[in-house]
């Protein structure tokens, strides 16, 4: 068995994590914003790019500004073993989403350089553009072009706050490659990403191995109202848009608690009024609205009430609403050819695991459209919370789940026809 520098893993992690760096005011720590496609996110491609290179990996860019390098195999025309995951962040992210993925291929591939290993299949080590959909309201949006779930020019044309175009955003970094988006398709898929919950730390296991990805819906909901004076509109005179928001809030909250929709999952993150006036009634309201549930019956059915609920909103309060699609994903289910070979690697070296389905999305659920495709989890401090600078995977967690990794990838890329070669 292999075993990766876990040191070396470790300062490429916080060294990545300088890049975007900010203290944020909350939690007293510093914590990481590196939103697709700015400045912030282009300079750390640049680092990632350039380990890349110096681990000998040949480096290519996509025309959804996907970053691939490739270490060649002894027979190179065979189909490529790809590990991958993302370097772009929410706004307030820690330091290991997605990097861990990206940084422990890098360090996988330095190990087998230190190790003379060679591998019969090309290994190709990537990241995919905006997997947050933070920035241009798409998540996984890099890895669904090149799995061809989303077209380019959809991709294309999505929009941040400020009207910049993603098109415009990869000319403008330099990111806009010519490697065609639909990249010839792996042999198989390996991400190693932080768990981003509690089950592995409540487990008391540093690795996981992932059988799926939960059903996932983004929706815009923009309601209208009417503005009026604060102070002198009698409250039955009212078609506040800011009531009906906080109406449809409590609303998917009931939906969650009410168990008529398995165990969904609700979250409105993002909610603004206009004019936003502290003595005007709001006239409209825009709301985002995530939904989860690893059902795609319950999905379905969430979503109907959800609009049922919002067709109902003029007769109630007077306000009216429409629902604008962001993203939406169905339940996937992981390669369970690949999982039982992670299964077998962690018990030869020795690693307890538990097997859990995630909450969160991945590059993984799309690649998974391509290519048998398996996720590694590693255990995260402060039970596992993520998309905060309370975000914290020790060294040995992080170590373990990469050296995992590492000999996945050299099983998957090892000898021809150890692994569904014919
Ligand atoms: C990605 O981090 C997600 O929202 O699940
Ligand atoms: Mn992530
Ligand atoms: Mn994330």
Same mark, same amino acid.
């Given at each position: 068995m292999i075993r990766i520098n876990r040191d070396r893993l470790w300062d490429s992690l916080m060294e990545l994590a300088r890049i975007g760096a900010y203290q944020d005011a909350a939690t007293g720590l510093t914590g990481v914003k590196r939103l697709s496609l700015t400045d912030e996110d282009a300079c750390a491609r640049r680092q990632v790019i350039a380990w890349m290179t110096e681990a000998g990996l040949k480096v290519r860019v996509d025309r959804i500004g996907n970053v691939c390098g490739r270490r060649a195999g002894t027979d190179d025309a065979l189909p490529c073993v790809l590990v991958g995951s993302h370097i772009d962040t929410v !706004?307030? !992210? #820690? !330091?290991? $989403?997605g990097t861990l993925g990206v940084l422990g291929g890098i360090e996988v591939v330095r190990a087998f350089n230190e190790h003379d290993i060679l591998t019969t299949r090309p290994i190709e080590v990537g990241f995919f553009t +905006? +997997? +947050?959909?933070?920035? %241009? #309201? /798409? $998540?996984?949006l890099g890895s669904a072009v090149t799995a061809g779930r989303l077209a380019l020019d959809y991709a294309h044309k999505l929009t941040d706050d400020d009207g910049k175009t993603v098109a415009g955003e990869l000319a403008r970094t330099g %990111? $806009? #490659?010519? @490697? &065609? @988006?639909?990249?010839p398709v792996p042999f198989a898929y390996l991400e190693c990403h932080i768990e981003q919950g509690p089950i592995l730390a409540s487990a008391g296991v540093d690795v996981g191995i992932v059988t799926g990805v939960q059903s996932i819906s983004w929706q815009r909901l923009l309601l209208r109202g009417a503005a009026a004076h604060a102070g002198t509109t009698p409250i039955g005179h009212r078609q506040d848009a800011g009531l009906a928001a906080a109406a449809v809030i409590m609303e998917i909250r009931r939906m969650c608690e009410s168990g008529e929709f398995g165990e969904l999952r609700g979250t409105v993150g993002k909610l603004s009024f206009e &004019?936003?006036? /502290?003595?005007v009634i709001p006239a409209a309201a825009t709301l985002t609205i995530d939904l989860r549930v690893p059902d795609d019956a319950a999905m379905t059915a969430a979503e109907s009430h959800l609009a049922g609920f919002v067709a109902g909103l003029p007769g109630s309060y007077g306000v009216t609403g429409s629902l604008e699609r962001m993203a939406k994903t169905s339940v996937v289910r992981f390669s369970p050819d690949v999982q039982a070979l992670l299964a077998e690697t962690a018990s030869e070296l020795g690693l307890p695991y538990v097997t859990a389905m995630s909450g969160a999305g991945h590059d993984a659920q799309e690649i998974a459209a391509i290519c048998p495709a398996a996720m590694i989890f590693v255990a995260g401090e402060n039970? #596992?919370?993520?998309?905060? &600078?309370r975000e914290y995977s020790n060294p040995t967690a992080c170590g373990n789940g990469v050296d995992l990794l590492a000999n996945a990838v050299l099983r998957l890329a090892g000898p021809a026809g150890n692994f569904g070669d014919s």
């Open positions: !706004a307030t !992210a #820690g !330091a290991f $989403d +905006e +997997e +947050e959909g933070v920035r %241009f #309201g /798409t $998540d996984m %990111f $806009d #490659g010519s @490697e &065609p @988006e639909r990249r &004019p936003g006036q /502290t003595n039970g #596992g919370i993520s998309h905060t &600078p």
